[in-house]
């Protein structure tokens, strides 16, 4: 047993020496100097000291201290709500490259951004990443997929399941990487099914009509309502050292102020623009400044 002496103060302190054979303080858990009232007191503490020694239990006390603040950590990390991870998990993908090594693209990180925001922090947000298992994303898959398509009403079908739980799934899986998360929930993606196309669908549905390219052109304010001119009209650039295809589009100016003449809609939209090789006609109106 260690020796215990009685300090200026009239308290007692303790020596006890310790495996690599040095001799230390008696010390609290917090690794603060440690005295006792009585000599009894110093007594009773060196023997439960000697005994954690003898079971292979004891630690020093600095070594002690940073194990706790450890375990500290990782309780507090393991505390942290969906939301606020979710939001570190989107910034640290803008910011760190992907398996191929590459960084993500703006979009793509906007894209998951979108499903974060709209589908999963509204019903996941409040609750602690560690709490969320098996039943939980099961349950959110479940609702997601009776969300009503806006697209088609009346389709068994939304099209956005599949792709919010995919996303989902992305941040539990680096949850479970950074021991957020015991284990990764076990559940299927929905099934991902059109909203657009159905049994009557043709090709042409998907193409704007020349009337409400001109609606559209018309909502748009200026100067970049001739934005939707160029993107209905002119062919997109060629790539790889393609040759440009010959113009088939006309866009025409005046040098004074004020609105350009040209053909009329009717005459300047008639055809595909894909196939018909005739010329076609697009105005643009603008107000020039000084």
């Not at 640290?92 to 960084?103: N, T, Y």
């Not at 990443?129 to 389709?155: K, M, N």
């Not at 159905?198 to 200026?222: M, N, S, Y």
């Amino acid at each position: 047993m260690g020796p215990a002496a009685q300090a200026s103060s009239k308290r007692w302190r303790a020596w006890y020496p310790v495996p690599n054979g040095t001799h230390l303080s008696a010390r609290t858990e917090d690794d603060y100097p440690l005295t006792f009232l009585t000599k009894s007191d110093a007594r009773a503490w060196l023997n439960r000291v000697h005994d954690s020694i003898a079971r292979g239990e004891w630690e020093p006390p600095a070594e002690a201290v940073a194990r706790c603040e450890r375990e500290a950590a990782e309780a507090a990390a393991r505390d942290v709500t969906f939301a606020d991870y979710a939001e570190r998990w989107l910034e640290r993908i803008a910011s760190e490259p992907g398996k191929g090594g590459r960084l993500r693209k703006p979009a793509t990180v906007m894209m998951y951004r979108g499903r974060v925001n709209n589908y999963l922090r509204g019903p996941l947000g409040d609750t602690l990443v560690r709490e969320v298992d098996t039943a939980v994303v099961r349950d959110l898959a479940r609702e997601l997929v009776a969300i009503p398509s806006r697209l088609r009403p009346g389709t068994t079908h939304n099209g956005i399941a599949g792709d919010a739980i995919d996303v989902l799934k992305m941040i539990l899986r680096a949850a479970v990487h950074d021991g957020v998360l015991a284990a990764m929930p076990d559940v299927a993606t929905p099934q991902r099914k059109s909203v657009r196309h159905d049994q009557d669908h043709a090709p042409e549905d998907d193409v704007a009509t020349p009337t409400q390219v001109e609606a559209l052109h018309a909502a748009i304010p200026q100067p970049w309502s001739i934005a939707v001119l160029l993107a209905a009209w002119v062919p997109p650039a060629p790539r790889g050292g393609a040759r440009a295809p010959a113009p088939r589009h006309r866009v025409e100016s005046l040098p004074h102020r004020g609105d350009v003449a040209c053909a009329s809609p009717e005459e300047r939209l008639v055809g595909d623009a894909h196939r018909t090789p005739s010329p076609r006609w697009v105005c643009a109106r603008w107000r020039c400044r000084r």
